[in-house]
């Protein structure tokens, strides 16, 4: 690209996407939460410090006293170099432009120019290293993660009988016989400090816990609902510094692509799959209340419906117009992930074994919300000789007749 003027050379700078950027500065595994990414920063790393606002433009990062700002401030946190300085400006400019200001083009000499290209190469290099560092920092965390879930997962045993039992009767799921869901006596529960980095606990709960497997079958963490100890309920859990009501269902490990294959064979012909454990369960105990057979029907909750969706290829404005307020006071179009799936992420992988699966929209979700997400999951798992539908959850025995008549 050529520049006519220092100026437009300059308003190229400022104007490059923040995500691109950060991610050729040596970011990695950066998370979606709500409206930001977050995760490590490609400056001085950790592991949920540094946060992008996409729609905004901005990014954040809470080392030390705080930095932040647009693209430029970013490259500057990330070498060192403060954008104050007209001299330390030009050289972050020329890193997100990849070449010098277009007067400077006319009189570089060939020294200088090799000179320039070697200093790009070797923070091109730099970058490379710095990126391969955090992903593997971020993979061993994961990686470590994975293996504590597994360790809870291992120290539960058997429903029957157990307070989880228990909690699921409750819910009007008796049937737990053979359900890969597992009660363990006591789970530490874990929140995000105000003011400090990482997690504290909070305290210890008895606990249902399910086993996210992946598309291989491989153990990636584990879904802990935390029980109540006195009743057969959600354990109330609040945050000690907020005071805010915290959810009683919580995910260690990976759950990317993952689900909890709750009943059923491993290569079922029949599927049935919703994004919470009781809703999927509810259609099974229908089931069994009706006399089918459900030998051949796995029964596979997706945790969250953007697990269940996937990654959308784009945001959608809210088709009721539901708004919500910023920050700043001022009401805005709530934004959701759109209806068409982006396949060039993963999403859940379901057996070649499935002839026809059934997706379960909870009915306590936002409508639109749902919506979207059911049908980019329906999207994926589409193929020529399955049948794909989805339906809404409000109450299990509804799903009776269309599981015993695909074509109703
Ligand atoms: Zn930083």
Known sequence: MTWLSFDDWVADARAVNLVEIAGRLGAAGLKRSGRELVGPCP????????????????????????????????VGHVRGLDPRNARDFVLICEEINGAPPPDRRAEETDAERSEREARNAERAREAETRSAAREAEASSYRDAEIRRALAIWEEGYRLDGTPAAAYLAARGIVHVAGLRLRFVERVGYFVKP???????????????????????????GIHITHLDPERPAKASIVHPETGEIQPAKKVRGSLHGGVLRLAGPVAPRHLVSGEGIETTLAVREALIASGRDIAEIGFWAGISLGNMGGAATETVAHPLGATRTDKAGRERVVRLSGPVPDRTKPGIVIPDSVTDALILGDGDSDPATTEFATRRCAARWARPGRTVRRAWARDGADFNDMIRDPSA
């Open 194 to 220: 105000e003011l400090a980095k990482g997690f504290v606990k909070i305290g210890d709960h008895p606990a249902m816990v399910g086993a996210i497997a992946d598309g291989e079958g491989r153990f990636r």
């Open 43 to 74: 400056a001085c790393g950790g592991v949920d410090r540094f946060s992008i606002r996409e729609d905004r433009q901005i990014w954040n990062c809470g080392h030390q006293g705080g930095a932040g700002g647009d693209a430029v401030a970013l």
